[in-house]
């Protein structure tokens, strides 16, 4: 398709340095902080431990059995440390790749359907909102599902507009079966959902005499079906385990503990798709009026993105289980609708987000001159207050947006959008970056830098909690002592690998001659009170990590 007349060649080449450097800084920035618990933590170890250990089939978690989650990403990470070596870095790049490849496919979606300017403001869009800017440089497996979703969707719809489907929708089915092998069936039941409220809506039924199931299919099963009957084969439970407990029992009972009230995920779709927020209300209040009668079948897109987005919303609200990432898959469909919205209400969308950009850098430059009044005194206050710095650095950043914007309001929409999704994307990075300064509340590798490489093969117990992290950073497993939590299932796999309580655990302790143990402090202080022989080495916010004396 060849360009609109309406992009200068001067704004394209901007347009394209200015994605280049973005592009950069997101790839630079995953080091820049150490890894986080318990996700970040438990989606490195993972992988390392399939990697030294050779066992691609079963994903294992401090030596244990962990089949809550499918391999694909395990498999990607654990190639990326062979490749990298073991580090933040390597951990995070996988998640950080599917980001920016779901940036590229908003992109051509967009331009593909409405103009190369409706393409930049889609980019624009899903770079500069706070969910996706977060979730991309977090080690999850929610990226990389909205990746493959992302994939299939955008497939499924660049084969609306050609009159040979087949290479488009075999792309979607293998999308599909990749997000079924990274996070489960949710890939491929929110997609046949979706499709089939699109069909009873817009009384389209075009779209499924194009969906080529008899190749389809058979390309789906090949990529899902192998490991989910390897691992039935090497575990006897792992199909009522992995499909009736992780899937059914998840979603519909409380088994997971992550309840929260039914309108959970308007307050997340609010937050999440900042500083969009306004445009976003706009499509998501005002999509279901774009449906016409379908003459001749003709696809709606629109209509079709937006029953995606609502439909994920009330799907994962009616669960019993809900955490903030799982409609990450939302933010995608959500930028196609806002750069597809007309050119006139959206410039004075984007100069309102450029008026709210301007305040809020000016509010966030005031809480930074005045932060020690801000954060709250507790004895987590050290580590806040060096953000002061930052905060300064990113309220000045969005000031200058705000203000640049606001300048050039004779300017077209797409310009808007592009230096306020730039602003935006700096900032949110940078205040990922500022996160460094709070490792301590959140990761273990300081507990792991305490111990020295010879120390490191020593025997080491986790009593009463399991740091996620430390493991990862050690390069080592740990014996569990009285804790069982997600390791549960692992744990009744291998009766007698970890010891039940503190007096067995104090028993063998006092046998050692040499042997480390990290506990919370609550812990460390009660044994201390009882005369147990322990030397601190190090703590951190929440545990300690001690030797026997």
């Not at 997340?268 to 009026?289: D, E, I």
């Not at 993105?305 to 009330?314: A, E, K, Q, S, T």
């Not at 000045?396 to 797409?414: C, E, I, N, P, S």
Request: charged share 15%.
């Amino acid at each position: 398709m060849s360009e609109p007349l309406g992009l200068a060649p001067r704004e394209r080449w901007t347009y394209w340095a200015l994605a280049a450097l973005l592009a950069l800084l997101w790839l630079a920035t995953l080091s820049a902080r150490p890894l986080f618990n318990p996700d970040e933590g438990r989606y490195a170890e993972i992988p390392r431990e399939m990697l030294s250990g050779g066992d691609w089939v079963i994903p294992h978690l401090n030596g244990l059995a962990y089949i809550e989650k499918p391999p694909l990403q395990y498999w990607a990470t654990a190639l990326s440390f062979r490749v990298l070596g073991p580090s933040e870095f390597a951990a995070r790049l996988y998640t950080a790749l599917t980001a920016l490849g779901t940036v590229l496919l908003v992109w051509l979606v967009a331009r593909r359907f409405w103009s190369l300017e409706a393409g930049w403001r889609a980019v624009a869009v899903l770079s500069g909102m706070l969910m996706f800017v977060v979730l991309g440089q977090l080690l999850t497996l929610d990226m990389s599902l909205t990746f493959y979703m992302t994939l299939s969707l955008a497939a499924f719809l660049l084969a609306q507009l050609t009159r040979q489907p087949r290479r488009w929708m075999l792309l979607a089915w293998a999308a599909a079966g990749c997000g079924v092998l990274t996070k489960g069936l949710v890939a491929a039941a929110i997609p046949v959902a979706v499709l089939i409220l699109y069909s009873a809506y817009s009384r389209d039924f075009a779209p499924w005499r194009r969906l080529h199931a008899k190749w389809g299919l058979p390309l789906f099963l090949v990529i899902t079906v192998p490991w989910h009957w390897l691992a039935a084969r090497r575990l006897a439970d792992f199909l009522e385990f992995f499909f009736v407990h992780e899937h059914v029992a998840r979603y519909l009972t409380p088994i997971a503990d992550r309840q929260e009230p039914w309108w959970f995920f308007a307050g997340v779709f609010l937050a999440g798709s900042m500083p969009w927020t306004l445009p976003a209300l706009r499509v998501l209040g005002g999509g279901w009026r774009a449906r016409t009668p379908a003459a001749g079948g003709k696809f709606q897109p629109t209509v079709f993105l937006w029953v995606w987005v609502v439909f994920i919303g009330v799907f994962f609200s009616l669960s019993d289980s809900k955490l903030m990432p799982y409609i990450l898959p939302v933010m995608p469909a959500l930028a196609l609708l806002i750069a597809a919205l007309p050119a006139e209400p959206l410039k004075r969308d984007f100069q309102f987000t450029a008026i709210l950009t301007a305040i809020a850098g000016i509010s966030l430059g005031l809480a930074s001159l005045n932060w020690p009044r801000v954060v709250a005194s507790s004895d987590r206050s050290v580590y806040f207050l060096p953000l002061a710095k930052p905060l300064g650095q990113i309220a000045l950043l969005l000031t200058v947006t705000g203000a640049f914007v606001l300048v050039q309001r004779a300017r077209d929409a797409t310009r808007a959008g592009v230096f306020l999704g730039v602003g935006w994307c700096l900032a949110w990075l940078l205040l990922i970056r500022a996160a460094a300064w709070v490792a301590p509340i959140y990761s273990g590798v300081s507990l792991a830098d305490a111990l020295t490489i010879a120390d490191r093969d020593a025997p080491l117990y986790s009593v009463g909690t399991y740091d996620q992290s430390l493991t990862f950073y050690l390069q080592r497993t740990v014996t569990l002592v009285g804790y069982r939590g997600e390791l549960d299932y692992g744990l009744r796999k291998a009766p007698g690998v970890e010891i039940a309580d503190v007096e067995e655990f104090l028993r063998r302790w006092s046998s050692e001659t040499r042997a480390f143990a990290v506990m919370e402090k609550t812990m460390f202080d009660d044994l201390k009170s009882r005369g147990v022989p322990m030397r601190p080495v190090a703590e951190d916010v929440i545990r300690v990590l001690v030797a026997r004396q």
